[in-house]
């Protein structure tokens, strides 16, 4: 895949690895990607490991608009 630089394909790749860590923890990458963006401001840096994926997987899956991902 074509990145255009080094560091371009770095971060495809950490965006990546972070919608299949969604996909695998049963939320919906959007979903995921919306609350972190919206909380992240006010989080503490030294407890940024719990925006991850598998930890918010539980409150995300509870609050997903079911009609996301419907057929």
Do not use: Q
Not at 18 to 29: A, D, E, H, Q, R
Not at 31 to 41: E, G, K, Q, R, W
Not at 54 to 67: Q, V
């Amino acid at each position: 895949m074509f990145c255009g630089s080094d560091s371009g394909g770095e971060r495809a790749a950490a965006m990546y690895s972070l919608i299949g860590s969604c996909k695998l923890n049963g939320v919906v990458p959007r979903a995921y990607l919306t609350y972190v963006l919206t909380h992240i401001a006010e989080h503490k840096t030294n407890h940024i490991d719990e925006l991850l994926p598998w930890n918010l997987a539980d409150r995300l899956r509870k609050s997903a608009d079911p009609s996301i991902g419907a057929p």
